[in-house]
């Protein structure tokens, strides 16, 4: 019986085997696969895995795409086969095989029996086999006509498209386009490095699956960029993705565009003529690139500025194309020692930036000196008779820290401007020198051209220069006062008359009389100071010097002088340059008188933390940084804003036609440059700024109002954490207004012998014993209008407002006098009792608690002071002596809040703490908290170790006392034991303990 007798049996017995198995077994790529998949076919059978797979495709190639050449069958392989078929009851004919499997591929196997007849299942095996056969080639038919269908469509698309094997870079399929300007006649089957690009040995370095791999999660995983092909040199936009091909395997797919002639335009446009490097606009694009890369942690870089020394001295004694000659000259030195990953552009006309990657100052350094080196021996060799050098300033900017371009460019400068200072210092010392040694050999010879005295003083000062001819009565004005105060011209006659018309009524005969005694002769000088009244309308108050010049005859020629604006004088910060705050204001009431109805907004700025740069360094230090800090802002800023300097620390900027949403951006751009390490001669620091803002007219509706108003808000930015922008509010206004009534309500129960102010204690009690072991002194106010006050509210308005320090006495005083007493009852009683870091730093306060321990009789070793763990570690140094004068005084030391501060592990070894309290917030649902209960071992462990009491702050609940009881804690203090308690209750308590015969109140 023959295959071909199965044709009329074909829908005799149903579809029995798992088509997924077929369908496995049937696109399996190699012979693994395929044995697996018909072993999972052959198994309902009965039948034992065979090597049939290689009878059943040995003709694959002729109906699939797979190129490999289909495996021969040994004469070997055919007898195993042989035996195999018979012990399954089948057996083939060699003549019969070869025929089907060359002539009739589709057939697959031609099959027979002798003298038995085929079984049900052996049929249904064939049946399927043959079944799925048919169906799978009439699918591989349309397939490849989809195939050639896709294949005439990318043909005809006019870009750059290849399709490759994801795992063996193999060509799968390019189109004509490509295969044409490349020159490719077949480049199907062979790597695209090896066709695609030159002198490659494997698989590109830039090859772009690795990064798409790691896109795996994403849908459509691809990237995009531009890339110069290194087979003909073309500049193409690639975009590769990941798709599957018609066989189902993931493949590599490419789109490229030729983008080499736009990429020349682009290049021209970036290119600066003169040095053929990035010009400043290429330059701070790419600049701002590499800064991103390197806020993500990508890389870090070295960042240099050069300035060319002297070149305007070259252009002027040498001529401009001498000047040319030295900036390229100098950027083709520095060019030739970067390496290929490195930035260089020039930034303006004498200035280059210049950026290292991942590369420390050290070789930054290097690298300008060898070039400094270079450029000397160039200028011997062409015997160029100018300096040939730059200054340059660096700095370090670490991967992961956010830089502004602005900020970097404004820190390089700051470098640079250091060393250009000391340049101009060795050419003036230089220029001294070489003058004395003309001076020592003869008379040193000077001419200018007088024609152009006048203009060029004018110019070079703020001054108005005036000059009389006094033969005429003819005075000349610089054209600045003209416009300043309306005179008819620079040139006028009966200046007496027409300026003193300009003179305050008040003024006027000191004006007349001082001009008068020149005319008379009586004096050959004058100094006399008036108001005068400008073009808008403001009396503005002048000094007026003045100096009579002699002819050869002794008579009178010339009267010449300075008329200074004093109110100008006395309106520019002398640190900063900026406008002070008197013309802060008078801008502020100009734009509202002359604009009622536009919006204006004033931001008002503080520097964080400025005292420290003061105390770190010095004042002058600290004056370098308000000058570079007045530089960063005004560099930042729109054209419709103005800083001015105000008081300390503090500017001030007035925004005219803004909404709320562009002062948050400009505030956003400050913050930015701000909130980084500043380096300034060698020295670091670092300076955020808060800001508060204040708008008119919703805010307020004078210069006054709105200055107080954003004053406000800068307080309440400050108080939230500092670095950050705070809008005026109603609220801020209402906290303000009560802040500041609580602090004169408490200035009044200090004058009423502290009326309104008493203790409560709260019971700290043994872990061990349960029972009362000491208190802790709590401070409260109350008093009218204002009823109960929040210690977290009224004690930070006490050290604000000074009142600390009378207040900290009396509790000090009161705390000891009330342990004293109860020391009669419960003789080792603790009391623990706060005290401010102000008040440690009064000069007597330590003389003060001695005073107050003999007054009161207690018990030194009663007595525990503390202080939070943010300010022992803000403030170490300074407190080290005294917490040893506390120690000698006997009492001890208790660390508050701990957990809370930057260093508490530090604080530890540094400090003598003798009890370390710890911060409820550690405490406070430490039962379902892991982290907060390891901690609290840990310090516990620790603190034991070194003879160091243990205070668990803020227990509530029996399940947290559970927690805390087995950890070893020394103590417990919070509501689960007690609440804070007036003295009445705990006398009654403590008497009660004595009546009973108790050692302690549990």
């Given at each position: 019986?023959?295959?071909?007798?199965?044709?009329?049996?074909?829908?005799?017995?149903?579809?029995?085997?798992?088509?997924?198995?077929?369908?496995?077994?049937?696109?399996?790529?190699?012979?693994?696969?395929?044995v697996?998949?018909l072993s999972?076919?052959?198994?309902?059978?009965?039948?034992?895995?065979?090597?049939?797979?290689?009878l059943?495709?040995?003709?694959?190639?002729?109906?699939?795409?797979?190129?490999?050449p289909?495996?021969?069958?040994?004469?070997?392989?055919?007898n195993?086969?042989?035996?195999i078929?018979?012990?399954?009851?089948?057996?083939?004919?060699?003549?019969?095989?070869?025929t089907?499997?060359?002539?009739?591929?589709?057939?697959?196997?031609?099959?027979r029996?002798?003298?038995?007849?085929?079984?049900e299942?052996?049929?249904?095996?064939?049946?399927?086999?043959?079944?799925?056969?048919?169906?799978?080639?009439s699918?591989?038919?349309n397939?490849q006509n989809?195939?050639r269908?896709?294949?005439?469509?990318?043909?005809?698309?006019?870009?750059?498209?290849?399709?490759a094997?994801?795992?063996?870079?193999?060509?799968?399929?390019?189109?004509?386009?490509?295969?044409?300007?490349?020159?490719?006649?077949?480049?199907?089957?062979?790597?695209?490095?090896k066709?695609?690009?030159?002198?490659?040995?494997g698989?590109?370095?830039?090859?772009?699956?690795?990064?798409?791999?790691?896109?795996?999660?994403?849908?459509?995983?691809?990237?995009?960029?531009?890339?110069k092909?290194?087979?003909?040199?073309?500049?193409?936009?690639?975009?590769?993705?990941?798709?599957?091909?018609?066989?189902?395997?993931?493949?590599?797919f490419?789109?490229?565009?030729?983008?080499?002639?736009?990429?020349?335009l682009?290049?021209?446009?970036?290119?600066?003529?003169?040095?053929?490097?990035?010009?400043?606009?290429?330059?701070?694009?790419?600049?701002?690139e590499?800064?991103e890369?390197?806020?993500?942690?990508?890389?870090?870089?070295t960042?240099?500025?050069?300035?060319i020394?002297?070149?305007?001295?070259?252009?002027?004694?040498?001529?401009?194309?001498?000047?040319?000659?030295?900036?390229?000259?100098?950027?083709?030195?520095?060019?030739?020692?970067?390496?290929r990953?490195d930035?260089?552009?020039?930034?303006?006309?004498?200035?280059?930036?210049?950026v290292?990657?991942?590369q420390?100052?050290?070789?930054?350094t290097?690298?300008?000196?060898?070039?400094?080196?270079?450029?000397?021996?160039?200028?011997?060799a062409?015997?160029?008779?100018?300096?040939?050098?730059?200054c340059?300033?660096?700095?370090f900017?670490?991967?992961?820290?956010?830089?502004?371009?602005?900020t970097?460019l404004?820190?390089?400068?700051?470098?640079?401007?250091?060393?250009?200072?000391?340049?101009?210092i060795?050419?003036?010392?230089?220029?001294k020198?070489?003058?004395?040694?003309?001076?020592?050999?003869?008379?040193?010879?000077?001419s200018?051209?007088?024609?152009?005295?006048?203009?060029?003083?004018?110019?070079?000062?703020?001054?108005?220069?005036?000059?009389?001819?006094?033969?005429?009565?003819?005075?000349?004005?610089p054209?600045?006062?003209?416009?300043?105060?309306?005179?008819?011209?620079?040139?006028?006659?009966?200046?007496?008359?027409?300026?003193?018309?300009?003179?305050?009524?008040?003024d006027?005969?000191?004006?007349?009389e001082?001009?008068?005694?020149?005319l008379?002769?009586?004096?050959?000088?004058?100094n006399v100071?008036?108001?005068?009244?400008n073009?808008?309308?403001e009396?503005?108050?002048?000094?007026?010097?003045g100096k009579?010049?002699?002819?050869?005859?002794?008579?009178?020629v010339?009267?010449?002088?300075?008329?200074?604006?004093?109110?100008?004088?006395?309106?520019?910060?002398?640190?900063?340059?900026?406008?002070?705050?008197?013309v802060?204001?008078?801008?502020?009431?100009?734009?509202?008188?002359?604009?009622?109805?536009?919006p204006?907004?004033i931001?008002?700025?503080?520097?964080?933390?400025?005292?420290?740069?003061?105390?770190?360094?010095?004042?002058?230090?600290?004056?370098?940084?308000?000058?570079?800090?007045?530089?960063?802002?005004?560099?930042?800023?729109?054209?419709?804003?103005?800083?001015?300097?105000?008081?300390?620390?503090?500017?001030?900027?007035?925004?005219?036609g803004?909404?709320?949403?562009?002062?948050?951006?400009?505030?956003?751009k400050?913050?930015t440059?701000f909130?980084?390490?500043?380096?300034?001669?060698?020295?670091?620091?670092?300076?955020t700024?808060?800001?508060?803002?204040a708008?008119?007219?919703?805010?307020?509706r004078?210069f006054?109002?709105?200055?107080?108003?954003?004053?406000?808000?800068?307080e309440?930015?400050?108080?939230?954490?500092k670095?950050r922008?705070?809008?005026?509010?109603?609220q801020?206004?209402?906290?303000?207004?009560?802040?500041?009534?609580?602090?004169?309500?408490?200035?009044?129960?200090?004058?009423?012998?502290?009326?309104?102010?008493?203790?409560?204690?709260?019971?700290?009690?043994?872990?061990?014993t349960?029972?009362?072991?000491?208190?802790?002194?709590?401070?409260?106010?109350?008093?009218?209008?204002?009823?109960?006050?929040?210690?977290?509210?009224?004690?930070?308005?006490?050290?604000?407002?000074g009142?600390?320090?009378?207040?900290?006495?009396?509790i000090?005083?009161?705390?000891?006098?009330?342990?004293?007493?109860?020391?009669?009852?419960?003789?080792?009683?603790?009391?623990?009792?706060?005290?401010s870091?102000?008040?440690?730093?009064?000069?007597?306060?330590?003389?003060?608690?001695?005073?107050?321990?003999?007054?009161t009789?207690?018990?030194?070793?009663?007595i525990i002071?503390?202080?939070?763990e943010?300010?022992?570690?803000?403030?170490?140094h300074a407190?080290?002596?005294?917490?040893?004068?506390?120690?000698?005084?006997?009492?001890?030391?208790?660390?508050?809040?701990?957990?809370t501060?930057?260093?508490s592990?530090?604080?530890l070894?540094?400090?003598?703490a003798?009890?370390v309290?710890?911060?409820?917030?550690?405490?406070?649902?430490?039962?379902?908290?892991?982290?907060?209960?390891?901690?609290?071992q840990?310090?516990?462990?620790?603190?034991?170790?070194?003879?160091?009491?243990?205070?668990?702050?803020?227990?509530?609940?029996?399940?947290?006392?559970?927690?805390?009881?087995?950890?070893?804690?020394?103590?417990?203090?919070?509501?689960?034991?007690g609440?804070p308690?007036?003295?009445?209750?705990i006398?009654?308590?403590?008497k009660?303990?004595?009546?009973?015969?108790?050692?302690?109140?549990?």
């Amino acid at each position: 019986m023959t295959a071909s007798s199965f044709s009329n049996e074909q829908n005799s017995t149903p579809f029995a085997a798992d088509c997924a198995d077929l369908i496995e077994f049937l696109r399996a790529r190699d012979g693994q696969s395929q044995v697996q998949a018909l072993s999972r076919i052959l198994k309902p059978f009965g039948f034992q895995t065979l090597t049939l797979y290689r009878l059943l495709f040995s003709d694959w190639e002729s109906w699939s795409e797979d190129p490999a050449p289909a495996p021969k069958i040994s004469p070997e392989e055919m007898n195993q086969i042989q035996e195999i078929l018979k012990n399954c009851d089948l057996y083939i004919k060699n003549d019969e095989l070869w025929t089907s499997l060359q002539t009739q591929p589709e057939t697959l196997l031609y099959w027979r029996r002798e003298e038995k007849e085929w079984k049900e299942t052996e049929l249904t095996f064939i049946r399927q086999l043959r079944q799925y056969t048919a169906t799978y080639s009439s699918s591989l038919d349309n397939r490849q006509n989809e195939i050639r269908f896709f294949h005439e469509i990318m043909d005809q698309m006019p870009t750059h498209l290849w399709i490759a094997d994801a795992q063996t870079h193999e060509i799968l399929f390019m189109n004509q386009a490509m295969k044409d300007d490349f020159q490719l006649a077949s480049p199907e089957g062979q790597p695209c490095w090896k066709v695609l690009q030159r002198g490659m040995n494997g698989p590109c370095r830039f090859c772009p699956l690795p990064t798409l791999a790691a896109q795996s999660d994403q849908k459509l995983p691809h990237t995009q960029g531009e890339r110069k092909n290194t087979l003909n040199q073309r500049i193409y936009r690639n975009r590769d993705s990941l798709i599957h091909w018609i066989d189902g395997r993931l493949v590599h797919f490419q789109h490229a565009i030729d983008v080499t002639e736009s990429h020349r335009l682009r290049l021209d446009a970036d290119t600066d003529e003169l040095t053929l490097i990035p010009n400043r606009r290429a330059g701070l694009r790419t600049l701002d690139e590499l800064l991103e890369q390197v806020g993500q942690g990508q890389l870090s870089i070295t960042a240099a500025m050069l300035d060319i020394d002297q070149l305007k001295v070259v252009n002027d004694q040498f001529g401009h194309r001498e000047g040319d000659v030295l900036i390229r000259q100098i950027s083709r030195t520095l060019t030739g020692l970067l390496r290929r990953e490195d930035l260089f552009f020039r930034l303006s006309g004498d200035e280059f930036i210049l950026v290292l990657i991942d590369q420390p100052v050290s070789a930054g350094t290097a690298l300008l000196n060898q070039a400094q080196q270079q450029l000397r021996q160039w200028a011997e060799a062409e015997k160029k008779a100018y300096r040939c050098s730059f200054c340059y300033g660096l700095i370090f900017v670490a991967a992961g820290l956010q830089l502004a371009c602005g900020t970097l460019l404004s820190q390089v400068d700051d470098a640079m401007y250091t060393q250009k200072r000391l340049l101009h210092i060795q050419l003036k010392e230089s220029e001294k020198a070489q003058m004395q040694l003309k001076e020592y050999h003869g008379e040193v010879s000077f001419s200018y051209d007088s024609a152009y005295l006048y203009d060029a003083l004018v110019e070079s000062t703020d001054d108005y220069i005036f000059i009389n001819n006094l033969r005429d009565d003819v005075f000349r004005y610089p054209q600045a006062m003209v416009e300043e105060f309306g005179l008819p011209g620079q040139i006028v006659r009966n200046a007496a008359a027409v300026w003193g018309e300009k003179v305050h009524p008040d003024d006027k005969a000191a004006f007349l009389e001082a001009n008068q005694i020149i005319l008379d002769g009586r004096a050959t000088s004058h100094n006399v100071e008036y108001r005068a009244l400008n073009q808008r309308g403001e009396w503005v108050w002048v000094r007026c010097r003045g100096k009579v010049v002699f002819d050869e005859n002794g008579s009178p020629v010339l009267f010449a002088g300075i008329i200074s604006n004093l109110s100008r004088k006395n309106k520019t910060d002398r640190i900063t340059g900026l406008f002070n705050k008197m013309v802060y204001r008078e801008e502020t009431q100009r734009l509202i008188t002359r604009r009622p109805d536009t919006p204006l907004a004033i931001m008002q700025l503080g520097l964080d933390d400025f005292k420290h740069i003061n105390d770190l360094y010095d004042r002058s230090f600290g004056d370098e940084v308000l000058r570079i800090s007045a530089q960063r802002i005004m560099s930042l800023l729109p054209e419709n804003a103005e800083v001015y300097r105000l008081d300390g620390d503090e500017f001030g900027i007035l925004i005219s036609g803004c909404q709320p949403e562009a002062i948050r951006g400009i505030y956003k751009k400050l913050q930015t440059a701000f909130d980084q390490q500043m380096i300034y001669e060698g020295k670091r620091y670092y300076c955020t700024l808060s800001a508060g803002c204040a708008v008119y007219p919703q805010d307020a509706r004078s210069f006054l109002e709105l200055v107080k108003a954003a004053g406000y808000a800068l307080e309440q930015a400050k108080l939230n954490g500092k670095n950050r922008l705070e809008f005026f509010t109603r609220q801020i206004l209402a906290r303000k207004i009560r802040s500041l009534g609580i602090i004169e309500k408490m200035r009044e129960s200090v004058d009423q012998n502290y009326a309104g102010f008493f203790l409560m204690y709260q019971p700290q009690v043994s872990v061990t014993t349960g029972q009362w072991i000491g208190f802790e002194a709590l401070t409260r106010w109350q008093k009218e209008p204002y009823g109960f006050v929040p210690p977290n509210e009224f004690i930070p308005l006490l050290e604000e407002s000074g009142m600390i320090s009378p207040v900290g006495r009396w509790i000090f005083r009161q705390a000891c006098a009330k342990c004293a007493q109860w020391s009669a009852l419960a003789p080792a009683l603790t009391m623990s009792i706060n005290l401010s870091y102000l008040q440690l730093m009064e000069p007597d306060f330590i003389d003060y608690m001695q005073e107050t321990l003999a007054a009161t009789q207690v018990d030194p070793g009663r007595i525990i002071v503390e202080m939070t763990e943010s300010v022992i570690a803000s403030r170490a140094h300074a407190l080290e002596h005294l917490f040893q004068r506390i120690h000698d005084l006997g009492m001890r030391i208790a660390m508050d809040d701990f957990g809370t501060g930057y260093s508490s592990l530090d604080m530890l070894k540094k400090m003598p703490a003798d009890i370390v309290k710890i911060d409820r917030a550690f405490v406070h649902g430490v039962d379902a908290s892991n982290f907060d209960e390891s901690f609290i071992q840990f310090i516990v462990a620790i603190c034991h170790k070194v003879n160091i009491e243990v205070c668990a702050e803020g227990v509530e609940t029996e399940a947290e006392f559970q927690i805390l009881y087995p950890m070893n804690v020394d103590t417990i203090q919070g509501y689960y034991f007690g609440k804070p308690m007036r003295e009445e209750e705990i006398n009654q308590k403590l008497k009660a303990m004595v009546s009973s015969g108790q050692d302690a109140v549990k």
